[in-house]
C-alpha cells in the first residue's frame, strides 16, 4: 500500500515538474487591438455602466481636472485589445495551447474561471494603441478543491503602447480539474443529500428584517405608507410618494401574475435545483417581489401567468415565498 502511495507521489511530482516548464513561456505572437482608445467606444462603454463622470465624455470637463485631456475608463482595459465577433485566424500552436492538452489528456477537462486581477499603470488616452503580450505565469501543484482536484494555471496578460510604455497589466487565473473528483461528487453523495448546502441567507437590515420574520410564519407582508396609504416593496425607510417614514403592513392575498422571469440554467450554486425558474411576480396588490416559480416546467411558464403563493421552509431559520400556478 505504501508502495503504490509512493509511486502515485512520483507521478504526480513528476508531471507538476512538467507543469513547471511551461512557467514564464509566452503564449503566441502579441495581440494587436484593431483601433486605438477612441472617443466612440468610451462613450458607448459608459452609457452602457451608466458611469457619469465628465472625464470620459466632456473635452471641457476632461481639461480643468487633473487628467487635463479625456482619459478612457480604466476597467475598459480589455477592451482595447479584445479580438471581436470573428476571431482572427490562428497564429498556430502555443504554449498555452499546449500546457491545456498535457492537463486535458491527464484527465483534467474541466475548466473553470477563478479570478482576474487588474492593474493599471497609467490612465490611458485617446489615440494611445495597445497590444498585449501573454505570459503563462504560474502553474500550481495539484490541489483538492471543492469542485475537483486540479491545477491553477495563471495567465499575465501586459498591455504596451506602441512605444513600448506597459500600462496595464491582467492577471487570469483558472482551474483545470477532473470532473467528478468534487466533493459534491464524491461517494460521500448520501453524506452530502444530509448536509445539503443551506441557501444563502438574506442580507438582513433594520429596514428589511420585519418582511422575513412575517416569512417566517407564512405571512406574506407589503410595507405601506402610514401617511398616504401608498404600499412599497422591497422594503425601504421612506415612503417614494410622500417621503414620510411611518409605516405599517398589508397582508397580501398571495395571489399575482408572472410579470416576468428567467430559467436560470448556470453557473450552478449548490443549494439551489436547476434548471431554477425566477419570476418577477406581480401581486395584485400591485408590488412586484422576486421568488422562484415551481410546480410546473420551466418550459411552460408564461409572462401574465396568474400564480400563487406557497410557502417553503428552506430549513429552521429560512422560509421563502414560492409561486405556483394557480389552481
Ligand atoms: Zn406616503
Not at 170 to 198: C, D, V
Not at 243 to 272: C, I, K, L, M
Request: hydrophobic share 35%.
Amino acid at each position: 500500500m505504501a508502495t503504490t502511495t509512493d509511486a502515485a507521489d512520483t507521478d504526480k511530482a513528476a508531471f507538476a515538474a512538467r507543469l513547471k516548464e511551461f512557467e514564464g513561456r509566452e503564449v503566441g505572437a502579441p495581440e494587436v487591438g484593431a483601433d486605438p482608445v477612441n472617443q466612440p467606444m468610451i462613450r458607448h462603454w459608459v452609457e452602457a455602466i451608466g458611469d457619469e463622470n465628465p472625464v470620459y465624455v466632456e473635452p471641457d470637463a476632461a481639461a480643468s481636472s487633473v487628467h487635463g485631456q479625456i482619459v478612457a475608463p480604466p476597467v475598459m482595459l480589455q477592451a482595447w485589445v479584445m479580438r471581436g465577433v470573428r476571431p482572427r485566424p490562428s497564429s498556430g500552436g502555443n504554449a498555452r495551447d499546449e500546457l491545456m492538452q498535457l492537463l486535458d489528456d491527464a484527465g483534467f477537462t474541466s475548466v473553470v474561471a477563478t479570478n482576474c486581477e487588474q492593474e493599471y499603470h497609467r490612465y490611458l488616452h485617446l489615440g494611445d494603441h495597445l497590444s498585449t503580450t501573454t505570459t503563462i505565469e504560474g502553474v500550481s501543484d495539484e490541489k483538492a478543491t471543492a469542485l475537483g482536484v486540479g491545477h491553477f494555471v495563471t495567465t499575465r496578460v501586459d498591455y504596451r503602447t506602441d512605444d513600448g510604455e506597459l500600462v496595464g497589466t491582467m492577471r487570469f487565473r483558472i482551474l483545470k480539474f477532473k470532473p467528478g473528483t468534487g466533493r459534491s461528487s464524491s461517494r460521500a453523495q448520501e453524506e452530502e443529500e444530509a448536509a445539503r448546502p443551506r441557501r444563502p441567507r438574506p442580507a438582513l437590515t433594520q429596514d428589511n428584517a420585519f418582511w422575513f420574520e412575517g416569512a417566517r410564519q407564512h405571512r406574506l407582508l407589503i410595507q405601506r405608507c402610514k401617511r398616504c396609504g401608498t404600499l412599497r416593496h422591497p422594503p425601504r425607510p421612506m415612503c417614494g410618494e410622500c417621503r414620510s417614514y411611518e409605516w405599517d403592513v398589508a397582508d397580501a392575498s398571495g395571489r399575482g401574475t408572472v410579470y416576468s422571469f428567467v430559467v436560470n440554467h448556470y453557473p450552478q450554486v449548490p443549494a439551489f435545483d436547476y434548471p431554477l425558474a425566477v419570476g418577477l411576480i406581480e401581486l395584485e396588490e400591485g408590488t412586484r417581489l422576486v421568488a422562484n416559480v415551481i410546480g410546473i416546467d420551466p418550459g411552460d411558464i408564461r409572462i401574465g401567468m396568474p400564480v400563487e403563493v406557497e410557502w417553503v421552509d428552506h430549513d429552521p431559520d429560512l422560509t421563502l415565498p414560492a409561486f405556483r400556478p394557480e389552481k
